[in-house]
């Protein structure tokens, strides 16, 4: 039998007969590497221990210290165990697929019989059973027509699926974890035992159709969680139900800001709380733009479906889009419009109305525009997605030369917004080229560098993302992180070299020819209904003094107080507060806690002494402590700490 040669990491190279496994290769490093190995890396391919290896390639022994690798494997034998247990309790339900996904897996079943909590707990003790039985995981490569076979003798008909969609080339790999058997690619641990029993706990049952087409079958979906301890499992748990405290939709309804309802899915109802926050954004982030030399304008939400052709989206977006059919007085057929849902090309309109000089550019023009993007009912998930939002939009059309100034000062302005709104980190992520593009590598190398060195300018780490651009350029993302650590993507900046040239924008250089300018697509919040949806969360709905719906609670103690709360909400209110009274006829201790359930930041009681004494008793929310302070002096605090951070540092 032929030799083929293994590198390791360490540069050091060894031969090995073809065929060899990594199992193999691990036990002839060393035997305590052969008993901790649980995967390999071969070629840079993650590999399981049964695996044979043919040809030369470079290899990577993985153990548990592994975390990558180690938590593909345990989520994935975790999926298969769970399909077991399932199958071992009720042997008439039939599986599909179970995938490893973001912090777990998931299992679709066929069953009649809708699972229960009860059933979860079930399902895992029986898992945590299979997994004590340290059953060995084997695997073995089949032809198409025995796999078939096989599975359509065992009443599998969703496997027999999965087998005649698999490519003609592409071998049908069969996995046992001990008496029970998959399709699977894997790679899988080596026996049930490895499975960490104590880190792992089943979540939810939620319905999936089949192969995700709602004219097939409707599955149960179980998921799971799993880790590769016991404290990360209770850390990722604890997070959850910080998460859920946070949940915007429960703090939206709390504290009365708005709501959603079948007749205009996707659509939010503001209320006067909600729409004050909305409003306070939209006021502070005018007032930046407008300090940052941009230029407001406002475009049509309705536009014929021409100009959407010219742009191209009508046929690379058109499913996303809102479509109106309009009977036009005395026309042959029918006008075709479209709500849009982007501002982009209406923005080259407004570019295109005059003749535009070198001396205009940079021009940057902005917009609080209005659009609407058809997205599944399914994936509409309170403000976060949405069918109609408003976005913070705005394009810059100038020269290839103002690229990287123009990327600079956009990086400076978003890090003053989100360091303003509570967001003091956030990532940049570089994409680049696409396989598919337009525009020359001329033109592609200059906008890459451009981006990158607008980046070094103002900080000198961001992650590369090749291949990963728009088609028409490349772009920047940026990545807030939230009071729990959750990532957000909120702002973007990109290089659009295509739109200027399919909608005919140009401007006359200093050779008096004319040109094509540079378009930077450009936004920061992303759109207002996300971004207050995230800042929600982050405050887990105590906003800052200056977003805060209701801002201060005057409350009587005593009836005899209420002319004196009256006369202190309108003193606040004249020094700019949004002050409201509290004269009900209920005891202090529950107006306190109705309105700290509300999140209001500031509640102010009075009773006999402290209207005798000019003064009010200050509760802060979420402090028990109270402070008995003169009112002109809680006042003028208040008004200060109230302003907006562009306005304070003014």
Request: hydrophobic share 40%; glycine share 6%; proline share 5%.
């Amino acid at each position: 039998m032929a030799n083929i040669s293994l590198t390791f990491p360490d540069g050091a190279s060894r031969d090995f007969p073809q065929g060899v496994t990594p199992a193999e290769v691990a036990s002839a490093i060393s035997t305590s590497l052969g008993k901790k190995a649980i995967s390999a890396l071969v070629n840079g391919q993650h590999w399981d221990l049964q695996w044979p290896i043919e040809t030369d390639a470079s290899v990577a022994i993985n153990t548990m210290k592994d975390d990558g690798p180690a938590l593909e494997l345990i989520r994935h034998d975790l999926a298969h165990i769970m399909a077991r247990a399932v199958q071992e309790i009720w042997p008439d339900v039939q599986v599909t697929i179970g995938p490893v996904i973001k912090d777990g897996w998931y299992y679709d079943f066929d069953r009649e019989e809708p699972f229960t909590p009860e059933d979860l707990g079930q399902i895992e003790t029986r898992m945590k059973e299979i997994i004590n039985r340290r059953d060995p995981v084997t695997t073995e490569v089949w032809e198409r027509e025995r796999a078939v076979k096989f599975y359509a003798a065992n009443n599998e008909p969703y496997k027999v699926e999965l087998i005649e969609s698999i490519p003609g080339d592409e071998p049908i790999r069969m996995y046992w974890h001990g008496h029970w058997q998959d399709l699977c690619r894997g790679p899988h641990l080596q026996h049930t035992g490895q499975v960490p029993a104590d880190s792992f706990k089943l979540m939810k049952v939620a319905g999936a159709y089949w192969r995700g087409d709602s004219n097939r079958p409707q599955l149960q979906r179980i998921y799971g969680v799993a880790f590769q301890n016991r404290k990360q499992l209770k850390e990722y748990l604890t997070f959850l139900e910080e998460a859920e405290k946070r949940d915007h939709r429960r703090l939206g309804k709390e504290m009365e800001l708005f709501h959603f309802q079948e007749e205009a899915p996707g659509m939010v109802f503001w209320h006067p709380n909600g729409w004050t926050i909305y409003r306070e954004m939209e006021e502070y982030m005018r007032r930046k733009l407008d300090k940052a030399g941009y230029k407001e304008i406002k475009t049509p939400q309705v536009v014929d479906r021409k100009l959407w052709e010219a742009s191209g989206h009508w046929d690379k977006y058109r499913e996303n889009m809102f479509i109106t059919e309009i009977d036009e007085e005395h026309a042959n057929e029918k006008r075709m419009n479209a709500l849009k849902p982007m501002n982009c090309p209406c923005h080259v309109q407004v570019f295109n109305q005059g003749i535009k000089s070198y001396r205009d550019l940079p021009l940057r023009l902005a917009e609080f525009g209005s659009c609407h993007r058809y997205e599944a009912h399914g994936a509409l998930h309170g403000l976060m997605r949405v069918r109609g939002f408003t976005q913070d939009d705005a394009h810059i059309f100038c020269t290839e030369d103002q690229i990287e100034q123009e990327c600079a000062a956009f990086i400076d302005l978003l890090s003053d917004i989100y360091r303003d709104t509570g967001f003091s980190k956030f990532d940049i992520k570089l994409s680049t080229r696409p396989e598919v593009r337009v525009g020359s590598d001329e033109v592609w190398d200059k906008a890459e560098a451009a981006l990158e060195k607008a980046i070094l300018k103002v900080r000198n780490d961001f992650e590369l993302d090749p291949g990963e651009g728009a088609f028409y350029g490349p772009k920047l993302d940026f990545k807030l992180t939230d009071a729990i650590g959750r990532e957000w993507q909120c702002g973007t900046f990109q290089a659009d070299f295509n739109l200027p040239e399919r909608l005919d924008a140009h401007y006359i250089g200093q050779d008096s020819e004319k040109h094509r300018p540079v378009m930077l697509h450009r936004a920061i919040l992303g759109s207002f209904e996300r971004f207050i949806g995230i800042l929600i969360e982050n405050y887990a709905g105590r906003m800052p003094m200056w977003l805060a719906p209701r801002q201060v609670v005057v409350a009587s103690i005593v009836s005899d107080a209420d002319e004196f709360v009256l006369e202190a909400v309108k003193t606040l209110r004249d020094a700019g507060l949004r002050a409201e009274a509290d004269i009900r006829n209920e005891k202090i201790n529950y107006k306190v806690r109705e309105h700290s359930v509300g999140k209001v930041p500031v509640i102010l009681a009075v009773g006999q002494r402290e209207v005798e004494e000019r003064t009010v008793t200050l509760r802060r929310l979420g402090e028990k402590r109270t402070t008995v302070v003169p009112l002109d002096q809680i006042v003028t605090e208040l008004a200060r700490e109230a302003l907006p951070p562009d306005l304070a540092d003014a």
